[in-house]
């Protein structure tokens, strides 16, 4: 087994002999490594069942900020030190079992940019390293979870707040885990103005996803009804990729729960509008919620208040040309009446 890329590359690395502990062989390595390539440049490694510590050390290869070794098997942990002989960069091997491996990290508040899982496949030790690594925030928000299992087995990752992508190469498996970029951008949209329009742009190139929320404000009295403005929605949304609409009557974090949201995007117009955000995201932070203010360049002083007396008027200069269609069929044109 050698390494495939980087400083060291066709290094020789040594493999534990019985049957204990099972190398990841170069082939399924360089698939791995193919689909990793940017993410290991710089990055944090936690080589959590490390064995030989092949993994690790073809971060190192690759340019890896710092990687940590952990494995429980005494003459596992000598043979990494043996593989890592001679080669420079940050790393520490730590001869314990993963669990409290993972305890310290959390302890000590450290984050990693890719968590390389390998363990005897006929264990559930990966699916509890996994849990313990979302709930107590291990990964890094750009970070990934790369675990191998057999092909005869499948896994499904429950927690919506993040994605999988499932990679088979012959009799091995690897799940692709990371956080997904999935924003919330709830409002009344009563109608949605091309002020919105402009935020959720600017929303979906930070975010892979954003589920657009026509929610329901009790101090609001609306001129469309929540079918007529989901309808509008849905519109603008059906020409922009990553974009989704929803109705609820819920709260917006409630909402965001639900479609595993992990930050919710407002529109600023003013320092006026700040004010009232900043209080809401203070709100928002204690569900679990970060907020993500957005003023947009252009269109970002357009109220729906100020766009409706345009449309009394025939004027749609202020909507998105998406919803145009709609507004202007009779039955919107009889709710601005």
């Known amino acids: 087994m050698r390494i495939v890329a980087g400083k060291y590359r066709g290094r020789r690395i040594l493999s534990p002999k019985g049957e204990d502990v099972r190398p990841t062989t170069s082939r399924i390595k360089e698939t791995l490594f193919n689909i990793l390539q940017r993410d290991v440049p710089a990055a944090k490694v936690l080589d959590l069942f490390a064995g030989s510590g092949s993994l690790g050390i073809e971060c190192l290869s690759r340019g890896a900020a710092h990687v940590t070794f952990v494995d429980k098997n005494r003459e596992s942990v000598a043979l990494i030190r043996e593989n890592l002989k001679g080669m420079d960069g940050e790393y520490t091997v730590i001869n314990t079992d993963f669990m409290s491996a993972l305890n310290g990290a959390a302890y000590n508040g450290i984050k990693y940019d890719i968590v390389f899982l390998d363990p005897p496949y006929a264990s559930n030790m990966a699916e509890l390293a996994i849990d313990f690594i979302i709930r107590n925030g291990l990964l890094d928000e ?58 959720l742009d600017e929303a979906l190139a930070r975010f892979d ?36 609409a929803l109705y609820s009557e819920k709260y917006a974090v409630e909402v965001a729960e639900e479609c595993g949201a992990s930050a919710l995007i407002r529109g600023i117009r003013s320092e006026n509008d700040r004010e009232y955000e900043e209080d809401m995201a203070k709100f928002n932070r204690e569900q679990g919620f970060d907020t993500v203010f957005i003023t947009p360049e252009i269109y970002g002083d357009i109220s729906s208040t100020e766009v409706k007396i345009q449309l009394a008027d025939g004027n749609y200069s202020g909507v998105p040309a998406a919803a145009v269609p709609l507004l202007q069929s009779q039955e919107y044109r009889l709710r601005l009446k």
């Open 142 to 199: 750009y970070g990934i979870i790369v675990f191998e299992h057999g092909s005869e087995k499948t896994y499904t990752l429950a927690d919506k707040r993040y994605k999988q992508r499932t990679k088979k190469m012959g009799s091995v498996t690897a799940e692709f885990i990371s956080r997904r970029r999935l924003a919330l951008m709830a409002g009344s949209f009563d109608p949605i103005t091309k002020g919105h329009e402009a935020v």
């Open 209 to 244: 996803e954003v589920v657009v929320a026509c929610l329901v404000n009790p101090d609001k009295s609306y001129t469309f009804t929540s079918e007529q403005r989901l309808a509008l929605v849905q519109a603008v949304c059906s020409l922009k990729k990553g974009a989704t």
